[in-house]
């Protein structure tokens, strides 16, 4: 395809399927791939730095005037998703009052635990972001940590409690939830349509031999995490990456519940290029 397009990549492994096949070679692209957390990812793609990228479903409800969302292509999950969790010293219900450490990284899973651990468990503890660390601090009670550093603080043990936010999504609503979209900035759609076009039609080709590579990228995620392939496949295959009518029906119920907490200003429309 031509090039010239900054394309963002989280640099978690739940984004191996989409990105396999650009890393590998299979597909031949002039694309410059930039690589962040999605909390850095979002603050590129408003910047301009990036032209399309992975990022937190709150960052697109937030500035959704900004982007267009690239169809068919999410980070989701129905139920378990493995690597979005909370660990906490207390039960959850015992959290009022006490401080819940949520990891800078990702500014969905972060408003997420705060309406669920209100939703599910009455609890209202009080917040401060900061970034992951293996101990809590002294009167830290819980932590939020996403990605690689919550598959590998799970693997640890460490803690009596956790929650995972996909699963505990799923009881509240019975919902699907879409942690992640791929979204383009709409400056880039009037600069270069048909590059655009070509990127989607690229994104979209590239998840489709991914999934098809399950097990070459399991052994690829092996080395990086704590995990057996088999137990990365299983992994995988717990996550979406459609953004379906079940996928944009929880995502939008996700939305009602920040407008309604007043973590939004205004409901977001769902635009697509």
């Not at 500035?63 to 010293?89: A, H, K």
């Not at 939703?119 to 209202?124: K, T």
């Not at 550093?149 to 699907?176: C, M, V």
Request: aromatic residues 10%.
């Amino acid at each position: 395809m031509s090039g010239g397009l900054r394309l963002g990549r989280i640099r978690y492994i739940n984004v191996l399927p989409i990105y396999y096949a650009l890393e590998a070679g299979i597909l031949e692209n002039g694309l410059v791939v930039v690589s962040g957390t999605p909390a850095e990812l979002n603050a590129r793609l408003a910047a301009g730095e990036v032209d399309v990228s992975a990022i937190s479903s709150v960052e697109y409800a937030r500035n959704f005037r900004q982007y267009y969302l690239v169809p068919d292509l999410s980070i989701s999950t129905e139920g378990d998703v493995g690597s979005v969790l909370l660990f906490s010293r207390v039960p959850f219900h015992r959290l009022t009052g006490r401080e819940v450490r949520l990891s800078e990284a990702s500014a969905t899973s972060a408003a997420l635990t705060r309406i669920l651990l209100y939703e599910l468990y009455g609890a209202r503890p009080f917040y401060r972001s900061a970034p992951v660390a293996t101990e809590l601090p002294d009167g830290v009670h819980a932590l939020l940590a996403i990605g690689d550093e919550a598959l590998k603080l799970k693997a640890s043990g460490r803690y009596p409690y956790f929650l995972d936010l996909g699963r505990a999504w799923h009881e509240l609503t019975g919902l699907p939830f879409v942690f992640g979209l791929w979204a383009v900035r709409r400056q880039a759609v009037e600069a270069a349509p048909g590059e655009v076009r070509a990127l989607v039609r690229f994104l979209r080709q590239s998840k489709a031999l991914g999934l098809a590579h399950l097990p070459e990228i399991c052994r690829l995620a092996a080395a990086r995490v704590a995990m057996s392939p088999a137990e990365l496949e299983d992994y995988f295959r717990r996550l979406n990456y459609d953004l379906g009518p079940r996928q944009q029906e929880g995502l939008v119920a996700f939305y009602r519940y920040l407008h309604r907490l007043g973590h939004l200003a205004e409901m977001p429309a769902l635009q697509f290029v």
